[in-house]
């Protein structure tokens, strides 16, 4: 008969081991929860959101910098397309006149066999044999002469519109994955504000408002017209500030959205001013000055590579599209490096 033998109760010394793996089973777990991330607060989201919209804006004035290119050689392109199918008509029209040299030729008592040899699919080969021109008579000399430099400059030309279409597809490709670049740092700068409550995301454009008001009370500022100062650059900053409020949108020239140097393109043009799209550009479209130097509506640099521009509105103040967060307003340039002013014209 098996027996039954009841299981020894636990020493003292093994309660007290299972007491303390349990106490730091508890202590760990305790641990881990407290080394969980904690979810970014409002200060921490809009200093990661104005990191990814300066990243964003890098990206942007170089799609802006790729897209003018691509219009350019599009411009270009489409001059030489039409060059060349006029060359192609004047080609036809001088071969149709020495056709009617040889018909003339026919009906007098046959073709001089080098002007045939030129009418045939092949007449290059005679063309480059300049001992046969002193067969024909001065008028076909002419034509043949005409000819040949025609066919030479329609060579030219489709040579250089396909090396143009070249670059114009290089282009096409930087364009995309430009503007892929500042899609992809907009929408992560989108999903960190998402993650705010709208209470705060409320509260920071609030902020922003305020600074701008701020901003455009030290400059003076409070009406829409125009701020003290004379000149075109005045008118600029006359200008660009009837769009306050408006938003900002990489890649946009107007009328209800824009980029930093879409708006300050345009604020000149309102001037009676051409200047070129991009940041990097305008940067040279006049001549640079120090801090110290700046007028009202002079065009001001910020950032080591000049990836943002604004219209200097005075006491220290800037007027430009800002970014998706503040459109555009005032801001205190002392929010972001200066670099140099540019006066323009």
Not at 71 to 77: A, Q, V
Not at 196 to 204: I, K
Not at 216 to 228: D, L
Not at 308 to 319: E, I, R, S, T
């Amino acid at each position: 008969m098996a027996s039954h033998r009841r299981p020894k109760p636990p020493t003292r010394t093994r309660v007290s081991i299972l007491t303390a793996l349990a106490t730091a089973a508890v202590a760990l777990s305790a641990q881990s929860a407290s080394a969980a991330p904690d979810k970014p607060n409002k200060d921490e989201v809009k200093t990661k959101v104005d990191a990814l919209y300066e990243e964003a804006e890098q990206a942007t004035e170089k799609f802006n910098g790729a897209k003018d290119r691509q219009d350019k050689l599009e411009k270009e392109i489409g001059y030489l397309q039409d060059q060349v199918a006029r060359g192609q008509a004047d080609l036809n029209d001088l071969r149709n006149t020495l056709g009617s040299m040889a018909a003339a030729q026919y009906r007098g008592g046959g073709i001089d066999p080098s002007v045939e040899l030129l009418l045939s699919g092949d007449p290059q080969t005679y063309l480059d044999k300049s001992a046969t021109l002193q067969q024909l008579s001065g008028r076909q000399v002419e034509a043949i002469s005409k000819i040949q430099a025609k066919q030479r400059a329609l060579a030219q030309q489709r040579a250089e519109a396909a090396g143009k279409l070249g670059d114009l597809d290089a282009v096409r490709k930087e364009l995309a994955e430009k503007k892929a670049t500042a899609q992809s740092k907009l929408a992560d700068a989108q999903a960190l504000l998402n993650s705010l409550t709208a209470e705060e995301r409320s509260q920071l454009k609030s902020d922003a408002a305020k600074d701008g008001a701020t901003a455009e009370k030290a400059a003076g500022g409070g009406t829409k017209t125009a701020p003290k100062g004379s000149g075109r650059a005045a008118a600029a900053l006359a200008a660009a500030i009837t769009q306050e409020g408006d938003a900002y949108h990489m890649g946009d020239t107007g009328p209800n959205s824009w980029d930093c140097s879409g708006l300050t393109q345009w604020a000149y043009g309102q001037a009676g001013v051409d200047i070129s799209r991009t940041t990097y550009t305008q940067a040279n479209d006049g001549t640079r000055i120090g801090r110290s130097e700046l007028q009202p509506g002079d065009l001001v640099f910020f950032y080591s590579d000049l990836h943002h521009v604004g219209l200097y509105a005075g006491n220290g103040q800037v007027f430009h599209a800002s970014n998706p967060t503040g459109g555009v307003r005032y801001e205190a340039m002392s929010n972001m490096p200066f670099q140099f002013g540019v006066r323009v014209g």
